[in-house]
C-alpha cells in the first residue's frame, strides 16, 4: 500500500483524497465516536457548568456593582470601576500582592527542594519507610482544617531555633519594608511552609522510583560519585516532576485560604461598604487570577523541560550523517551524468585527447 | 444494543445530576426571593397586617406561671418564621419553644450563626433565596447596603409596649436612622449598658474614698490617678485603670446630652471636637502611666510575671473600662469569686458635666440590632417574634425564667445567666423587679442596692456608631482605623485635636454618601427632597 502511494502521482492523491471526503465510515468507527462523545458530554456539562459558566458570571458581576437583598439581585453596570478602584484606591490590595509575590517566590524554591530531599531520604533503603512517609503527609490532613490555625497561634508555625526577631531585624535594615516583611514572615512560618511539602514529597518520589536503576550501575561502573549520579542522572530525570510540583506548589500557596489576598477577597465580598460587595470582590479575584497565572507561565518558562544535550548530540549526528550520504548520493548521480555525456561526445567524435590550445581560450 | 442504551441512560443520569446539584431551589435570583413560610401561610385575602392592634387575651401555657399575652390580629395559619440570630442560642432555642406554645400554629425556625462568621452566612442564605423572616445584624451598613431590612414603624409606633422602653430607643431614634419620614429599620435586640467597674477593695487597700453614682468624668479620672500606686509597699504597683474600651468612646457621648452617636453624631452630623478631648485625655493617661498593662504584653509579665495575666484578676486595679457581661461571666462565676479577692461594683459612666451627672445622662452601651427581611411574607407575626426576642415584655419574664433555673446549661456546661446574659430594654417594672431577683441573686443588700442604682441609672444608652449610622463602618474601615488614629495618639506622635477638621469632613462625606446610597433612589428610596438635596450639598461640600 505504502508503495502504491508512492508511485501515485500529485494529482492522483489529490483525487484519492477528494474521493475519501465522500465516503461514509463504517459502522464500527461511528460508533466508536458516538460512544466517545457519550463519555465526554459529563465532562463538558461540568466544565460548562462549574468552570465556563462561574469564570462568565464572575466576569461580569466585576463589571457590576452587586447588591445581593432579599428581593433579589442589583446589578449597576460600572465597567471597569471596579478595576479602577482596586488598583487606584484600595491601598490594601496592592500591599498584599507584593507581599505575595515576594513571599511565593522565596517560599516555592524552599518548598521544592526540601520536597525533593525528603522523598530522596524516604527513597532510600531505610528500616520504617512507610511509616516516615505516612508522618511526612500527615500535614496534608492537618493543615487542611481550622488545626493549622490553632497550631500557628501557639507558635508551632515557626522554628523556635530560629530566631525570627533578629533575623527581621536584619532583613529589615537591608530591604525596604514593603519585600522585607514577607521575607522575614517565611522564616517566622518555616514550619508551616514546610509542612506545604507532602503532596510534592509524593510526587517526587513516584518520579525516583521511575528511574531505571540500571543507569546508577552504569554510573557506578563509570566511577560516578552520589553528587555526580545526583546531577546527570536523578536530576535530569525529575524536570518534568520539579515543574509539575512547582506549579501544584504556586497554585497551593495562592488558593490557599490563609492567604491575606484571599482573605481579603472574601472581606470584600461580605463587605458592608457599598462601593464593594460581590462585583468588588470578583473584579479583585480577576487581577489576583492574572498575576498567579503569570507567575504560574514564569516558573512554567523557567523550568519547562529543555531536550537532553545528548539527544540533541545524537539528532544532530543522524541528520548529518543523512546529508552526507545525500550528498554522496549526488556526486554519484553527477559523476555518472559527467562519465555518459563524455562518452556520448566521444562517439560523436567531438571530444580527442588533448587537442586542446591554448587560443582556445 | 442494550449497552448502546445503557450508556445513555447514564449519561444523561450523570448529566441530570450534575444540572439539579447546582440548583438553587428554583429562584432565579432577579426575582422576589420566597420567605420561609409555608404554602398557604398568607394571612388571607385581606391581606398582611400592617400595625398592632393591641388587642389579646392572657394565655398561660405550661411549665411557667406567667400570663402571656396573645394578640388577636395574629393570624390563625400554620406558617413557619425563620429567626436567624448570633445571640446566645440555648436560650433563643428556648424562647422560641415559649412562643410557639404561646401561637401554635407558628413555627420557629431557629438558625445560629457566630458573628465571625455570621454576614457571609447571611448573604449565602439570601443569594439562595432563603433570606430569613426576622434577622439580628451587627454593622447596620451591611443590612442597609443590603436592602435587608424592612420598613417596621407602622407596628413599631402603634405597638403600647414600644412607649416603655428606655428613652434614647425613641428619643434619639436609635434604629430609625434620623429619616425625617419616620421610617424604622431597626430594634434594639440585646442591650449592653456601659459601665465602670471599681474594685473596692483596692480602694480600700489605698485608703481611697468610694465614689458615688452620680460622680463626674473629672472625679473619675481623678481617682484613676490617685489610684496608680507604681512603688506600692506589697512589691506590686497599683493602677487606676485596667482598659478593655477606650475612654474616648465613653467620654464623646457622655461630655453633651445633645450627642446621640459615637464621634459626635446628633443625628445629621459628625463633630469630633469632644471625641478629641477625649482621645487626648485617654492616652495622656496611658502615657502617665495610670493604666494598667493590656495581656500578652511584656509590660503585663513584667507587672503580674505572667504574659497572659489580666488586670481584672490582679485585685492592683482600681477602675475597669470592661464591657458589661464581664460582670457576670467572670468576676460574678463562683470559682472566681473564691478565688480572688475582688469586690467589684458597677458604676454608671459619669458625665462630663456636674449638671448633666446629677441627672440621668446618655451614656454609651453596646446595643445589637434585630428587624424583619424585607422579603418576609409574614410581616404582623415576625415583629411579635423579633418583640418576644428583644425588648417585648412577655420574652423577657421567660428570659428571667431561663436565666434563674442554673440547671439549663449551655454546650460549655455554663448556667445561662453566666454566658453574656443581656439587660432588659423596657423599664415595665415587672420585669425589671424579676431580673435584678435573678441578677443579684446570692448578693447581700448592699451589692443588690448597689445594682438596683447602677440599673435605674443606665437607661439612657446611646449606641456604638457602626450599628447604628449610616456610613459609620465605612469611615471607619476607610479613613479612620486605616490611618491608625488610635496608635498615633497613642505613642504621642500626634494630638488628637489635629485630625478634628479632616475626620468632621471625612465621616460627614461618608454619612451622606451612605444616606444617599442606601436610602436614596435605587435602594430604598425613602429619602424627601429636601434630605436628599441636604445630603447631596453635605457630600459635595466634603468632597
Redesign the interface.
Known amino acids: 500500500m505504502a508503495e502504491m502511494t508512492k508511485k501515485m502521482t500529485r494529482k492522483e492523491k489529490k483525487e484519492l483524497r477528494e474521493r475519501m471526503k465522500h465516503l461514509k465510515s463504517g459502522k464500527l468507527e461511528k460508533?466508536y465516536a458516538r460512544?466517545g462523545y457519550?463519555?465526554m458530554?459529563?465532562w463538558f456539562?461540568?466544565a460548562a457548568?462549574?468552570l465556563a459558566y462561574p469564570l462568565g458570571s464572575s466576569f461580569w458581576y466585576a463589571l457590576n456593582n452587586i447588591?445581593?437583598?432579599?428581593?433579589?439581585?442589583?446589578f449597576?453596570f460600572v465597567g471597569h470601576g471596579n478595576f479602577t478602584q482596586i488598583l487606584i484606591e484600595d491601598?490594601d490590595f496592592m500591599i498584599y500582592l507584593v507581599d505575595y509575590l515576594t513571599s511565593t517566590v522565596i517560599s516555592v524554591p524552599i518548598i521544592v527542594v526540601f520536597a525533593l530531599l525528603i522523598a530522596m531520604m524516604l527513597n532510600m533503603k531505610i528500616k520504617g519507610k512507610g511509616f516516615f512517609r505516612l508522618i511526612f503527609f500527615l500535614p496534608v490532613i492537618i493543615v487542611s482544617g481550622p488545626i493549622l490555625g490553632m497550631l500557628n497561634s501557639q507558635g508551632a508555625g515557626s522554628v523556635s531555633a530560629i530566631d525570627t526577631a533578629a533575623l527581621s531585624g536584619a532583613i529589615g535594615s537591608v530591604l525596604p519594608e514593603l519585600i522585607a516583611k514577607p521575607i522575614s514572615d517565611v522564616f517566622g512560618n518555616m514550619i508551616t511552609t514546610l509542612w506545604y511539602s507532602g503532596v510534592q514529597i509524593l510526587i517526587f518520589l513516584s518520579g525516583l522510583q521511575k528511574i531505571d536503576k540500571s543507569m546508577y550501575e552504569a554510573a557506578k561502573i563509570d566511577g560516578g560519585s552520589g553528587w555526580e549520579c545526583f546531577w546527570k542522572i536523578t536530576l535530569p530525570n525529575l524536570r518534568s516532576m520539579i515543574l509539575l510540583n512547582t506549579i501544584y506548589t504556586v497554585v497551593f500557596v495562592s488558593n490557599n485560604s490563609d492567604n491575606p489576598i484571599i482573605v481579603l477577597i472574601?472581606n470584600s465580598?461580605?463587605?458592608?461598604?457599598?462601593e464593594k460587595?460581590y462585583g468588588y470582590a470578583s473584579a479583585m479575584a480577576w487581577l489576583y487570577s492574572i498575576v498567579v497565572l503569570i507567575l504560574v507561565g514564569l516558573f512554567a518558562l523557567l523550568l519547562a523541560t529543555r531536550k537532553d544535550q545528548y539527544e540533541k548530540q545524537v539528532k544532530r549526528a543522524i541528520k548529518a550523517r543523512k546529508k552526507e550520504k545525500r550528498n554522496k548520493k549526488r556526486i554519484e548521480r553527477r559523476n555518472r551524468r559527467n562519465a555518459k555525456r563524455i562518452e556520448q561526445q566521444r562517439a560523436k567524435g567531438r571530444i580527442t585527447s588533448h587537442t586542446t590550445k591554448r587560443d582556445d581560450y | 444494543m442494550k449497552k448502546?442504551i445503557l450508556?445513555?441512560l447514564l449519561?444523561g443520569c450523570?448529566?441530570a445530576g450534575?444540572?439539579a446539584g447546582?440548583g438553587n431551589g428554583g429562584n432565579p435570583?432577579?426575582?422576589?426571593?420566597p420567605s420561609g413560610g409555608e404554602a398557604g401561610g398568607n394571612t388571607g385575602s385581606t391581606g398582611p397586617a400592617t400595625s398592632v392592634t393591641n388587642d389579646f387575651e392572657l394565655v398561660t401555657v405550661d411549665g411557667s406561671s406567667h400570663q402571656y399575652k396573645k394578640y388577636k390580629d395574629m393570624t390563625s395559619e400554620n406558617i413557619t418564621l425563620t429567626y436567624f440570630h448570633f445571640d446566645q442560642d440555648e436560650t433563643v432555642q428556648l424562647l422560641a419553644e415559649r412562643f410557639m406554645k404561646i401561637y401554635p400554629n407558628i413555627t420557629v425556625n431557629v438558625q445560629y450563626e457566630n458573628v465571625a462568621n455570621y454576614?457571609?452566612t447571611l448573604?449565602t442564605l439570601?443569594?439562595n433565596g432563603q433570606?430569613p423572616d426576622v434577622i439580628m445584624h451587627s454593622?447596620?451598613?451591611?443590612?442597609l447596603?443590603?436592602?435587608?431590612l424592612a420598613d417596621i414603624s407602622s407596628f413599631f409606633n402603634t405597638d403600647d409596649e414600644t412607649k416603655n422602653l428606655a428613652d434614647t430607643i425613641n428619643s434619639a431614634g436609635l434604629g430609625t436612622y434620623n429619616l425625617e419620614g419616620g421610617m424604622r429599620y431597626s430594634v434594639p435586640v440585646k442591650f449592653f449598658p456601659g459601665a465602670m467597674f471599681v474594685d473596692r477593695n483596692v480602694l480600700e487597700t489605698l485608703n481611697l474614698k468610694v465614689p458615688t453614682q452620680n460622680w463626674t468624668w473629672s472625679e473619675m479620672t481623678q481617682l484613676i490617678k490617685d489610684a496608680t500606686v507604681l512603688n506600692s509597699p506589697d512589691g506590686m504597683a497599683y493602677y487606676g485603670l485596667g482598659y478593655y474600651n477606650r475612654l474616648d468612646s465613653y467620654y464623646g457621648i457622655a461630655a453633651r446630652q445633645d450627642i446621640i452617636g459615637e464621634f459626635g453624631f446628633n443625628g445629621k452630623v459628625f463633630d469630633l471636637t469632644e471625641w478629641a478631648v477625649g482621645e487626648q485625655e485617654f492616652s495622656n493617661l496611658k502615657l502617665g502611666g495610670y493604666i494598667a498593662p493590656t495581656t500578652e504584653t511584656q509590660a503585663m509579665e513584667d507587672w503580674c510575671g505572667d504574659w497572659e495575666g489580666w488586670a481584672g484578676n490582679t485585685g492592683h486595679a482600681a477602675l475597669f473600662s470592661e464591657a458589661f457581661w464581664t460582670f457576670q461571666n467572670t468576676w460574678n462565676t463562683p470559682g472566681y469569686k473564691d478565688s480572688y479577692n475582688l469586690d467589684v461594683v458597677p458604676y454608671v459612666i459619669p458625665a462630663v458635666s456636674e449638671a448633666d451627672a446629677g441627672a440621668n445622662h446618655h451614656s454609651i452601651a453596646t446595643i445589637d440590632y434585630g428587624g424583619i427581611?424585607?422579603?418576609?411574607q409574614h410581616p404582623r407575626e415576625a415583629y411579635e417574634l423579633l418583640k418576644f426576642m428583644s425588648y417585648g415584655v412577655d420574652g423577657w419574664y421567660t428570659r428571667c425564667e431561663i436565666y434563674s433555673d442554673e440547671t439549663i446549661v449551655n454546650a460549655m456546661g455554663t448556667a445561662l445567666k453566666y454566658d453574656v446574659m443581656p439587660v432588659p430594654i423596657t423599664k415595665d417594672e415587672g420585669v425589671w423587679d424579676e431580673y435584678i431577683k435573678v441578677y443579684c441573686a446570692g448578693m447581700d443588700d448592699e451589692h443588690t442596692q448597689l445594682w438596683r442604682d447602677y440599673f435605674k441609672s443606665c437607661m439612657q444608652p446611646i449606641s456604638f456608631g457602626w450599628t447604628s449610622i449610616a456610613g459609620y463602618?465605612?469611615f471607619c474601615?476607610?479613613y479612620f482605623n486605616?490611618i491608625g488614629i488610635h496608635d498615633l495618639v497613642d505613642n504621642g506622635t500626634a494630638q488628637a485635636a489635629d485630625y478634628v477638621e479632616e475626620a468632621n469632613r471625612k465621616a460627614n462625606y461618608f454619612h451622606a454618601?451612605?444616606m444617599l446610597?442606601?436610602f436614596g433612589p435605587?435602594?430604598y428610596n425613602v429619602l424627601t427632597e429636601s434630605e436628599i438635596a441636604e445630603y447631596e450639598k453635605m457630600k459635595a461640600d466634603n468632597q
Do not use: E
Not at chain 1, 269 to 274: A, E, L, P, V, W
Not at chain 2, 29 to 33: F, K, R, V
Not at chain 2, 139 to 143: H, K, V
Not at chain 2, 145 to 148: A, C, D, P
Open positions: 460508533r460512544m457519550i463519555f458530554i459529563p456539562i461540568g457548568v462549574f447588591r445581593i437583598t432579599p428581593l433579589g439581585r442589583i449597576n491601598p472574601k465580598m461580605f463587605s458592608g461598604t457599598k460587595g | 448502546r450508556s445513555i449519561a450523570m448529566a450534575v444540572l447546582c435570583g432577579t426575582t422576589a426571593a454576614n457571609t448573604s439570601v443569594s433570606a454593622d447596620c451598613d451591611y443590612a447596603s443590603n436592602m435587608l427581611t424585607t422579603s418576609c463602618w465605612n474601615d476607610q486605616s454618601q451612605a446610597d442606601y435605587g435602594a
